[in-house]
């Protein structure tokens, strides 16, 4: 039998983290419908890419941060010292 290579997932967003950016894109484009202009044109941008973020699953930004990330170690501090006697 040949080996598979292991496929690492594009998708970086938790469930709720893809609701809440649907629910949040959906939000912005209805304001920017309502304002109109160029104001309306951003919101209704950001809208579209929150709700292309929430489809997909894929978030650009929050790759490029994880990546930056220093890897988190614990350290324990020396136990608290008595002030007083």
Do not use: H, W, Y
């Not at 894109?25 to 419908?33: A, F, N």
């Not at 894929?58 to 324990?76: F, G, L, S, Y």
């Amino acid at each position: 039998m040949s080996e598979q290579p292991l496929k690492v997932s594009a998708v970086n967003l938790a469930p709720m983290e893809r609701v809440i950016s649907i629910a949040g894109g959906v939000l912005l484009i209805r304001k920017g419908l309502a304002i109109r202009g160029v104001f309306g044109l951003t919101d209704i941008a950001a809208g579209a890419l929150g709700i292309f973020r929430g489809v997909t699953g894929i978030c650009p930004a929050k790759r490029r941060m994880a990546a930056r990330a220093p890897k988190v170690t614990i350290k324990r501090l020396p136990p608290p010292r008595r002030l007083l006697g």
